[in-house]
């Protein structure tokens, strides 16, 4: 065990600092997660590599996304063993998925996993994700599959996911759920927005005619995409999240 408690007790001042900012933002991506609605009782997870050490933060198996804090996460190596002191563990299959995307994938620091109810419902539609909405095409050009194994306890499973994922930022688990990865905190989650989004677009849509994107639209976004680039600078969106969590909710800082 290392250490300090990671339960009841803050834990800033007791860890360097890019740990505890790690921290903090992968606290905010469970409140926002929580806030959306795309949390699912204790069966879902998000992870966040801490900086510079091979071992990764992960919501305790026992508390609700809204009840997670910066202190309180998880510190755990690539095989899922503890780091901190806690009386809750990480939940069975987590590592299996976060251990294994995390190891295999060093450009990606942050992992999210839910069963959103849009996200499996296309998840378990034969076509997959349809290219029907503007939203989609953010996700087309970096979206895979994976299909269905069950309840994801086997280990043997984790290098096949990451086969199927390759180098993609946005993943559908067949009958399962939603994926995604970013080199942040802040990049995974808009992933996951976008992803959702568009699951929840193509939901609505269905049960009438609907109007596919043409291919020649297709192709030029994803020119467009791969020109734009990230802009420099400061990370906007989530300045904004983290102003309207730290009114909201302040205590996810703890």
């Known amino acids: 065990m290392a250490e300090v408690s990671s339960e009841g007790t803050r ?31 204790l069966l879902a997870h998000l992870s966040a590599r801490v900086p510079g050490e091979a071992a990764y933060l992960i919501n305790p198996f026992g508390l609700l996304f809204a009840e997670v804090t910066a202190s309180s996460l998880l510190k755990v190596d690539f095989a899922g063993r ?14 299996v998925i976060h251990g294994a995307v995390l190891t295999a994938r060093p450009d990606v620091n942050c992992v999210a996993h839910v069963h959103t109810v849009a996200g499996t419902a296309v998840s378990s539609q034969e076509s997959g994700l349809m290219n029907v909405s503007q939203q989609s095409l953010i996700v087309a050009g970096s979206l895979a599959y994976h299909d269905y194994e069950g309840i994801v306890l086997d280990h043997a499973e984790g290098p096949r996911l990451v086969r199927d994922l390759g180098d993609k930022r946005h993943m ?11 080199a942040t905190v802040s990049q995974a989650f808009q992933a996951l927005y976008n992803l959702q989004r568009s699951c929840e677009m193509q939901v609505a849509a269905q ?18 995409f791969a020109t734009s680039g990230q802009r420099p600078g400061r990370d906007l969106l989530w300045d904004a999240v983290l102003r309207k969590l730290r009114r909201e909710q302040p205590d996810f800082e703890y």
Do not use: Q
Request: aromatic share 8%; glycine share 10%; proline share 5%.
């Open 207 to 224: 049960g009438r005619a609907l109007v596919p994107i043409s291919p020649d639209v297709m192709a030029k976004t994803a020119r467009l």
């Open 11 to 41: 834990v800033e001042g007791t860890i360097g600092a890019p740990e505890w900012s790690m921290r903090v933002d992968l606290a905010a991506f469970f409140r926002l997660v929580a806030g959306y609605g795309w949390d699912d009782l």
């Open 172 to 182: 559908i688990l067949r009958n399962h759920g939603l994926l995604t990865v970013g």
């Open 82 to 95: 503890k780091l901190c002191e806690s009386s809750f563990e990480i939940s069975p299959e987590a590592n």
